[in-house]
């Protein structure tokens, strides 16, 4: 049971590049979610999804777009990466309902030169 | 929206130090959570504990809702229990799905390093 896996763990890309960030999860979850962490801030949320087909904005949407063609993944892509988006993108999961507990992967560290 | 603050931001303990790390949340929630991500990232859920008080081994955790604030106790801290801790929460009476309502807003976070 791996849980929460995240793909690629480190990527460095030059203004301008396009990349596509892989979360899957194994435990039948319905929420996935994608945040990113910048140093001395906590996690901000840039995008969800509460089912299989469903995508929703979250608190820093601009410049992503995600896809959740199949309930185990959940794509997060930049299309034309700015050194703005430089941070650690961290992906979780969860079966939602009142304690909606999230189980996160381990992170990927993004570059943007 | 509601603002979470938690502090210290910074804290330095010797091991086997007993420590208290406070979240304060500026409007009433349904849903607060404590996190700890240790010094290689990985993020663990603590506690779900949107009020009363709860414990696991060493550590301990008190919300009083009414006072917006909750409370993370560490004792007889261990070198295990470095890193940073956060606190989030989802705001009273926003539902889970639609918009960014109802997902969890996190606070800055403490960090926190025990020396051995």
């Known amino acids: 049971n791996a849980g929460v896996t995240q793909t690629p763990k480190f990527r460095v890309l030059k203004t301008g590049q396009s990349m596509t960030l892989l979360c899957a999860q194994d435990m039948n979850h319905e929420y996935m979610y994608w945040y990113r962490q910048d140093p001395g801030m906590g996690l901000r949320l840039i995008h969800y999804?509460?089912?299989?087909?469903?995508?929703a904005k979250g608190e820093v949407p601009d410049g992503y777009n995600v896809s959740r063609l199949k309930k185990q993944n959940f794509l997060l892509g930049l299309e034309s990466a700015a050194p703005s988006q430089t941070s650690v993108y961290f992906c979780?999961?969860?079966?939602?309902?009142?304690?909606?507990?999230?189980?996160f992967g381990a992170g990927t560290r993004l570059s943007v030169l | 929206g509601i603002q979470v603050e938690q502090s210290p931001p910074d804290l330095i303990l010797q091991e086997g130090a007993n420590s208290t790390l406070r979240c304060n949340f500026s409007d009433s929630v349904n849903n607060l959570q404590w996190f700890h991500q240790n010094p290689w990232g990985q993020l663990i859920n603590l506690f779900y504990i949107p009020s009363g008080t709860k414990q696991n081994g060493r550590l301990s955790a008190t919300t009083v809702a009414t006072e917006r604030y909750s409370l993370l106790y560490i004792s007889s801290s261990q070198t295990t229990d470095s890193g940073v801790y956060f606190c989030?929460?989802?705001?009273?009476?926003?539902?889970?799905?639609?918009?960014?309502?109802?997902?969890?807003?996190f606070g800055k976070g403490t960090k926190l390093s025990v020396k051995p």
């Open positions: 979780a999961s969860s079966s939602g309902g009142a304690k909606n507990i999230q189980y």
């Open positions: 999804s509460v089912g299989e087909g469903t995508t």
């Open positions: 989030a929460v989802v705001p009273r009476g926003k539902l889970y799905y639609g918009g960014s309502q109802g997902n969890l807003i």
